[in-house]
Nanobody
Framework: QVQLVESGGGLVQSGGSLRLSCAASGFTLDLYAIGWFRQAPGKEREGVSC????????YYADSVKGRFTISRDNAKNTVYLQMNSLKPEDTAVYYC????????????????????WGQGTQVTVSS
């Protein structure tokens, strides 16, 4: 069974850091681009970051560029999202997703290109 599980969310003060993890089971991540998305209350889900299967290519939304870093450890079948300098507007449920038909990140980063999703992890940034 193909499954993605996010972890690492929590409550942090503005300016703090969190590292999210996305662990896969039932398939190996190293063939696919992996994206991180987030959905804040009352808002649509938006693409945050993406990494190609090899890790050689990454994408960041303008809102997180310079603060978030995506990486992958294919040996551990895990993708990470390091989030620094967090702001209250980063508060959302964060999801990881696998583009099971592509090794490269789609541009623009849209939900429709990702076919396997985790359940999400809550990130709350207090001011």
């Amino acid at each position: 069974q193909v499954q993605l599980v996010e972890s690492g969310g929590g409550l942090v003060q503005s300016g703090g850091s969190l590292r999210l993890s996305c662990a896969a089971s039932g398939f190996t991540l190293d063939l696919y681009a992996i994206g991180w998305f987030r959905q804040a209350p009352g808002k649509e889900r938006e693409g945050v970051s993406c990494i190609s299967s090899s890790g050689g290519s990454t994408y960041y939304a303008d809102s997180v560029k310079g603060r978030f870093t995506i990486s992958r450890d294919n040996a551990k079948n895990t993708v990470y999202l390091q989030m620094n300098s967090l702001k209250p507007e980063d508060t959302a449920v964060y999801y990881c997703a696998a583009a099971l038909s592509s090794s490269s990140c789609p541009y623009p980063l849209g939900e429709g290109d990702f076919s396997s999703w985790g359940q999400g992890t809550q990130v709350t940034v207090s001011s």
